[in-house]
């Protein structure tokens, strides 16, 4: 039977909700304030108050990624470079850290992965170092610059200057007119890069969402809406640009090369190709999170038989 | 009606810059005659020859012959003094003589009045004797010039053409003092037993006359060998045994190259000339035709030089699970595009009835399956490394649940770089969807009767590939299903299975080659207008 593909990304969308996983989140943000008070503690009068970004901020979160991002913002003067600020961070952690996580240097971030706890959970959090711009700028602007730790998209390793308001791109999804609708569509996209295991950053799904929006009209249920998305990201993300509400010189699009813009492009040719060819197909691009599954499969789960006969017979699969 | 010699005699009249300076007459099947011919410059005399087949080719060749002994040294002139030109193909008599005489006329400007100096290396050119063949490939040793010693040799077939036998052995290795270098073949091809020893003499720059001809006899080889070396080969041949000779060069690009003298009958070109006034004598060699035999570079760049997988495959452990029709061509495949090593698994036999659609013969009779597609794989490529494992899935499959043994069956399968799963077991798609690498993982099957092939990848290969197969079930299933119980198979021909398999290798090949990143699609056939497959991606 066709699977309804509507009722099928709301069951995913609420399957992935953050709030079905509330003791693991506190987890997070426990372990993100401690990481936070021993920044501060450490770097005192060097830095602002570390702040939340990450999707969670921005209610863009689901449940098996949280994307709990720490911003550490530092004085102009604290650091000669913005390489010397990442690695004096990174130098930091990874000693406090070492022995209870995996401590990496990622594109702009420092990863702290902590190793699996009594309930057999892991705990992510991704530290990102900003500096101010000039002295004293950042309590009248929040612009931050942070350090390219390793090439990404079309940005060389080694860059030193993204400028980047973090706040701004928060109220930018906040602050939306549909927001509930784009809110949506980024936790789907995000499931599906989850699952899929795709490129994109985070970020880059979070912004392409909201101007198929200001470009399109978009309207209907949750599929019609995702597949005008869908049809918008293949039609545009090889020439869309995607300017960084923190900084409209940032384009995000840039996080992307053209081989991997090309590569989303066909994503979401093939996507809407084999959903339309096979609605059931939509199960796997946008899956449910089996540890939630929704009220009615509880009860339909036990295991039935297609064929009572009880004779065997080769069944119609595959042959090589 | 004109006859063929009055044809042939008519067309050269007719071409401007031509002159018949010995008359056409026919020699046995031949028509044999003189022609001069200009160009802006000079004036060449070619005795002509066309074989009966004229205007057709004869054998892969051409048919005509612009022979002139004087020109051996120029370039593209071949050992019986004719000149080497290729004309495009024409079915008409007086149009392919006029192509033909074109053809020479270009040659004379560039290379006979414009000496053109080709980027193209063209080897030696070797009359031919014997016709034994030793085939060699690299060493990891660097050859100095005058160094000499004994290479080993192992003999690969003996077949017989126009009553000639042809002997073909494999060159093993290099002995110089107590050390001993192998050359890069398979350990299938190492282990083979040694034939015998011949000599070898390296003197870096090839024994020719005229540029590009071989010496025909011993005693014009003198100048390119030491007297160390003729003393050895002297001692040598006081056995009276018939010794291969191997004499090594480089070419211009660096590689080396080696050309082959035998001595069928034992007996030595060597003599001893004694010097005048003392009582030494120096070592000779006679004036006696030289046997040469023939030689090819089967080295691994020459041997694939044709066509190849990209080096992200070739180079890489590639584990084929399943070794039935799409295992078999998979492997098969992947072996003929150069990849070194395989590794197979499977627990089956083969028998009679899997052979019309896979790569087995039905002359080995029933075998194991990977037992014969190892020795398939070693027969076609000298350069495969294959490891075979029947058991092996059953162990990952006994060890799913189970702690160490699971991660130690799951860390040997991560050893691949690629793995195609051809096994059709939905189980060990379950395993490799466990996986954490290779990233690069292909569970291939087909659909009754062919009409699709599936290929999943990660992430999500199992779920993936029960969508696909799912979807492109029919219902209704066409078995072949032979007399017997438990026999009934799906229906599809070698050529249906094969035609989908060389597309999505041909696919995964591209994507490897470019850096696309894999995804899982099905291959579906259609007969509109004709056979037609289309790749539908997810």
């Known amino acids: 039977m066709a699977t309804d593909k509507n009722k099928h990304l709301n069951d995913s969308l609420e399957s992935h909700k953050i709030s079905k996983e509330q003791d693991l989140l506190d987890k997070h943000v426990e372990k993100r304030k401690k990481i936070s008070e021993a920044l501060q503690e450490k770097y005192g009068s060097d830095m602002y108050s570390p702040f939340n970004s990450g999707s969670y901020a921005k209610h863009t979160a689901m449940n098996k990624k949280f994307d709990i991002d720490l911003v550490a913002p530092y004085k102009r003067n604290a650091f000669d470079t913005l390489e010397a600020m990442y690695n004096s961070v990174f130098d930091f952690l990874y000693e406090k850290y070492k022995n209870e996580a995996t401590v990496r240097k990622q594109k702009v971030s420092i990863g702290l992965e902590f190793n699996t706890d009594h309930d057999g959970d892991i705990i992510k959090v991704d530290v990102v170092p900003g500096r101010e711009l000039s002295k004293d700028q950042y309590p009248k602007d929040d612009n931050l610059n942070l350090y390219v730790y390793e090439q990404f998209g079309k940005i060389d390793k080694g860059s030193d200057r993204i400028k980047s308001n973090i706040k701004a791109q928060i109220e930018n999804v906040k602050g939306h007119a549909e927001k509930d609708s784009v809110r949506k569509m980024i936790k789907l996209l995000k499931v599906w890069k989850f699952y899929n295991n795709k490129k994109p950053k985070s970020f880059f799904l979070e912004l392409i969402p909201i101007k198929a929006f200001d470009k399109k009209m978009i309207t209907g249920n949750t599929w019609d809406m995702l597949k005008a998305v869908m049809e918008y990201i293949r039609d545009e993300v090889k020439k869309v640009s995607l300017p960084d509400p923190g900084n409209s010189a940032n384009d995000v699009a840039d996080t992307l090369t053209d081989p991997e813009k090309t590569n989303v492009s066909d994503d979401m040719k093939w996507m809407l190709e084999r959903i339309e060819e096979n609605s059931d197909s939509i199960k796997n691009y946008y899956p449910i999170n089996d540890k939630f599954p929704p009220e009615e499969d509880k009860s339909n789960n036990s295991y039935k038989k297609k064929d009572g006969s009880g004779i065997s017979v080769p069944p119609p699969v595959r042959f090589g | ?538």
């Not at chain 2, 011993?218 to 056995?239: A, D, I, T």
């Not at chain 2, 070419?251 to 001893?272: L, Q, R």
């Not at chain 2, 490799?432 to 009767?449: A, G, H, Y």
């Open chain 2, 1 to 538: 009606m004109m006859t063929r010699l009055e044809s042939i005699i008519q067309s050269f009249e007719a071409l401007p810059d031509v002159t018949i300076t010995s008359s056409f007459k026919e020699e046995g099947d031949l028509v044999v005659g003189q022609v001069a011919i200009s160009v802006p410059g000079d004036v060449v005399k070619f005795d002509v020859h066309i074989v009966p087949t004229y205007p057709m080719q004869f054998q892969g060749m051409d048919a005509i012959r612009f022979v002139n002994q004087e020109l051996f040294a120029y370039k593209h002139v071949n050992a019986d003094g004719s000149v080497c030109i290729h004309s495009p193909h024409c079915p008409d008599l007086h149009k392919k003589i006029a192509l033909d005489v074109n053809g020479v006329k270009e040659w004379m400007k560039v290379y006979y009045l414009g000496d053109k100096q080709d980027t193209h290396y063209e080897h030696i050119i070797v009359p031919i004797i014997d016709y034994t063949v030793f085939l060699f490939t690299e060493v990891g040793y660097n050859f100095t010039k005058g160094e000499f010693g004994l290479f080993g040799y192992s003999k690969l077939s003996q077949h017989e053409k126009d009553g000639k036998i042809i002997n073909t052995h494999v060159v093993q290795d290099f002995e110089f003092g107590t050390e001993k270098t192998e050359c890069k073949w398979s350990t299938y091809y190492k282990k083979m037993s040694r034939q015998g020893k011949g000599l070898y003499y390296f003197m870096e720059v090839p024994p020719v006359e005229n540029k590009r001809f071989a010496v025909k006899n011993w005693n014009e080889l003198e100048p390119f060998v030491s007297q160390e070396f003729l003393n050895h080969m002297y001692k040598v041949g006081r056995n009276q045994k018939p010794v291969p000779i191997l004499f090594g060069y480089r070419i211009p690009n660096g590689e080396v190259h080696w050309i082959v003298a035998t001595i069928p009958d034992g007996k030595f070109p060597n003599y001893g000339e004694k010097i005048s006034g003392t009582k030494e004598y120096l070592s000779r060699l006679g004036n006696t035709t030289i046997s040469w035999a023939q030689t090819r570079n089967s080295s691994y760049q020459y041997f694939f030089g044709r066509g190849a997988f990209p080096t992200e495959m070739t180079e890489k452990v590639i584990l084929i699970i399943g070794a039935g029709a799409i295992g078999s061509m998979v492997a098969s495949t992947l072996v003929r595009g150069g990849c070194r090593l395989i590794a197979l698994n499977d627990f089956d036999l083969k028998e009679p009835e899997n052979v019309c659609r896979s790569e087995y013969s039905f002359s080995t009779g029933v075998v194991e399956k990977i037992d014969e597609l190892e020795s398939t794989l070693t027969k076609v490529s000298p350069f495969v490394e294959v490891v075979k494992s029947k058991g092996f899935l059953d162990v990952a499959k006994m060890a799913l649940n189970s702690g160490e043994l699971e991660n130690s069956v799951m860390r040997e399968l991560e050893k691949a770089a690629m793995i195609f799963d051809c096994s059709t077991d939905n189980d060990v798609a379950y395993i490799l969807d466990k996986l954490e690498k290779p990233e690069q993982i292909f569970t291939l099957s087909v659909t009754n009767l062919a009409q699709e092939l599936i290929c999943a990848v990660p992430p999500n290969l199992y779920k993936w590939m029960n969508t696909m197969t799912e979807h492109l079930d029919k219902g209704v299933v066409q078995w072949y299903n032979p007399t017997g119980c438990w026999n009934p198979t799906f229906k599809a021909s070698y050529n249906d299975i094969a035609s989908l398999v060389q597309f999505a290798l041909r696919h995964i090949a591209y994507s490897v080659e470019n850096k696309i990143p894999h995804r899982s699609f099905y291959l579906s056939t259609s007969f509109d207008k004709g056979f037609n497959i289309k790749l539908n991606e997810f």
